[in-house]
């Protein structure tokens, strides 16, 4: 199958989150599997490895009401067998940092990048000859590419494609005020709340990507389950409800070549299942990194996105009890300021057991998943996550909310690999903070749950087998 995958990031090109893991995972994953796969997504200023872009001698054009927007299209090999294109434009890529915001907000001009960049995708492709079977979107930023490609398109070579939307998170869904319809020229009959973009008399991408695509899917089964009810649905469970027919819940997987503790560049010594003294030796490298007393006491960790999903609030309610105990917690993070203030705060007030880096860092997230002895994400919500995945893989036992995700990979009970609790409470976080210390202190069940975690395989290979036969089914109609 030709497939055409457009996300607005790609590691390790561009990322802010788990979206950029998958898109520099799965269309690889796909290609391995002999499929001919096309990743486009926009040439940010701060793109990483920008060497390695090389021009392709096409360019395109998008015509909005108020003019033309256009720009070249380059190129990158990420492996053997797959391509990343590139969409440079000097006023809505080239001339900032930062994917979707700054320090001030959201960017006001993001309805016309993103729509650049959907319509631009498809456009790409026929620029470079490439006649997808399967247009796979990812996310609001490309909720416009389904649409496009049943109107736009739909005379052309590309209008016979089936297209296939995935929901990372359901909470984004760039919504605009209406006149940005008429800005983006986008015909008025589509703002309607029935089969349109209309939502509560705003336009919302997001819909455009879930009305108009052939297939939809989510990143785990539970989290596919839980959108379609009203308290995890933000509005759009009705319609989801639907269209339950067409979505499926997909786990992700993660690169198992990118977080492998036996060959990861990032740490100071390695280790596998069969062998972890190296665990050792990382957690003491982790605790002099962040700059704590050494020591036997078990290290606490996360790395995250600091924002409401996450949980964070209630981590730092209940971290202040929890730090009573002879504990470490150290974390890497960025996001809403009141939560750096807050773990800020929290360092300040423990100076001997906290540690905390704010900012985005990916070596030091590998050195954090080696090092620690518990990672935890108490989330609100969570469509898949990948840092339990890469955590079990690292033999550090997560610590999780029982939801979406969480609940499908990590395996709770005395003779699983994690710890889960269930209600979004203080008291609840707080029991499984206790569980895990008394599973530290019993070391052999320790590394029982240690082992159990690092042999599972979470790998690319039996997710995107799921793709393919979705796309099969598709193709088939
Ligand atoms: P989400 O996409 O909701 O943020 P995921 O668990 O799916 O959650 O993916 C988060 C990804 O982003 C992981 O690869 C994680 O390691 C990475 N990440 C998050 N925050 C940071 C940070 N501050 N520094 C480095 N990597 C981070
Ligand atoms: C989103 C979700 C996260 C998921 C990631 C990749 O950012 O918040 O749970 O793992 O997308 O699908």
Known sequence: MKILFISSEVAPFSKTGGLGDVAGALPAALASLGHDVKVVTPRYRGLRDAARLTPTGQSLVVRFPSGEASGPILSARLSDNLEVLF???????GNRDGLYGDGAGEFGDNPRRFAYLSVGALQAAQRLGFVPDIVHANDWQTGLVPVALQR???ATALGRAKSVFTIHNLAYQ???PKDTM?????????????GGLEFYDAVN???GGLVFSDALTTVSPTYAREIQTAEQGYGLDGLLRRRAHRLH????GIDAHEWDPQTDSFLPARYGPRSLEGKAVCKRDLLARFGLPPGDAPVFAIVSRLAWQKGMDLLLDVLPTALQADIRFVGVGSGERHLEEGLAALQARFPEQVSIRVGFDPGLSHQVEAGADFFLMPSRYEPCGLNQMYSLRYGTVPIVRATGGLADTVEGGLDGNGILFEAFHPAALLGAIRRALALYADAPRLDEFRRRGMDKDFSWTVSARRYESLFRELLAE
Do not use: V
């Open 87 to 93: 969409l440079e434009n000097a006023f809505f890529y």
């Open 152 to 154: 736009a398109f739909r």
């Open 174 to 176: 760039g919504q605009f």
């Open 182 to 194: 008429g800005d983006l020229g986008l015909p008025w009959d589509l703002f309607t709340a029935e």
């Open 205 to 207: 991408f997001l819909k």
């Open 249 to 252: 819940g997909i786990l992700n």
